[in-house]
């Protein structure tokens, strides 16, 4: 027999204060709540919470998360497992769209699934960006080697990120009933549209930016999600993408954006380079100078040129590795911006 009016309340309220039991049964429960007495923001929120969220749909804040970007690459003598990367080392096609803040538009049952799949502390999920595997081919036609690969780019998260926001989930949805009770105290009679409407408003509501929320067309795009096999903290080798997505001009009219990456790219790298201790602080020094240099409003070019040359000299002194030969490569580039 279907549950009537605040015994159906009663139901909700043992759902969510029963850490075991998932989301999902209160959340349905909220559905059917939603629909009886008239107030189809809840009807709404729970839907989405218990479907995902659309493309275009909005996003609420305990949702929201920082996840960094990361990428698997094979290469001639190494395989690169969770090497870091940020968001202006994608094509700028990409970079624009993407960052380290990622709305979990996914079912509540599906990060209910994810957040329980990995037990090891160390262990984190990899969650594929939106067309994962363009990006990767693209990223690979650009870099131009056939012995280096970029087989993967993800954001990586661990399960206690996604326990966490499961939590709030709980915790709105007890507010909810902690706010609906005050107003039907424990009366079985259905609570009428307006107190189930300001009970929601007070609980739910304020996690939306934009309020009522409302459900908007369109499908939802997750990515693929998928375990990660090795452990961030065991990556090894270090592959670096470069970006042209960035820019900045000054008085002098060229782009520094160029001078700029590259002196960043070889401060991220040179501790990775097998160098001497002195040769590495002489590069990192060199390099910093280089990046300090071009952040001037008016930057001289003949004393970039000098600071560009001694970084190309140091990078010379390595190993021929993946890193140093992209090094290389975007010194070439902020070579060519500076011009003759």
């Not at 629909?35 to 709404?44: F, K, M």
């Not at 739910?204 to 908007?216: A, C, D, E, L, R």
């Not at 002489?282 to 300090?292: N, V």
């Not at 071009?294 to 890193?323: F, I, N, W």
């Amino acid at each position: 027999m279907q549950p009537q009016g605040g015994n159906l309340l009663a139901q909700i309220e043992q759902d969510v204060l029963d850490d075991d039991k998932p989301l999902g049964s209160a959340l349905r429960r909220c559905m059917l709540l939603g629909s009886r007495t008239g107030s189809s923001r809840l009807r709404a929120w729970a839907t989405l919470e218990l479907k995902g969220y659309p493309v275009r749909a909005e996003v609420p804040d305990y949702r929201v998360i920082h996840a960094g970007l990361h990428v698997d690459a094979v290469t001639s003598t190494e395989i690169i497992k969770g090497q870091p990367i940020g968001p202006r080392w994608l094509p700028g096609f990409v970079a624009e769209h993407i960052s380290e803040r990622l709305e979990l538009t996914q079912a509540v049952d599906e990060i209910e699934a994810l957040a329980a799949r990995n037990e090891d502390p160390e262990e984190f999920l990899k969650l594929g960006l939106p067309m994962s595997a363009d990006i990767a081919a693209y990223m690979n036609r650009q870099i131009g080697n056939p012995f280096q690969q970029i087989q993967a780019i993800y954001w990586s998260v661990h399960p206690s990120v996604l326990r966490g926001v499961l939590g709030q989930v709980r915790t709105v949805l007890t507010e909810f009933v902690a706010e609906l009770r005050a107003a039907v105290g424990e009366s079985e009679a259905l609570p009428s549209s307006d107190q189930t409407n300001e009970a929601f408003q007070l609980a739910v509501s304020g996690n939306f930016q934009n309020s009522p929320i409302t459900i908007t067309s369109g499908s939802a795009n997750h990515g693929d999600t998928v375990n990660i096999k090795n452990k961030i903290a065991d990556a090894r080798g270090n592959l670096i993408i470069g970006s042209n997505n960035v820019v900045q001009n000054n008085t002098n009219g060229f782009d520094a954006s160029a001078l700029l990456d590259f002196a960043g790219l070889v401060g991220q790298i040179a501790s990775t380079l097998g160098l001497p201790a002195a040769e590495q602080a002489d590069l990192e020094s060199s390099a910093a100078a280089l990046h300090e240099a071009a952040s001037e409003p008016v930057p001289e070019k003949g004393r970039l040129r000098r600071l560009c040359d001694a970084v190309m000299q140091g990078l010379t002194k390595s190993a021929p590795t993946v890193a140093s030969q992209l090094a290389l490569a975007a010194g070439q580039d902020a070579i060519h911006a500076l011009g003759h």
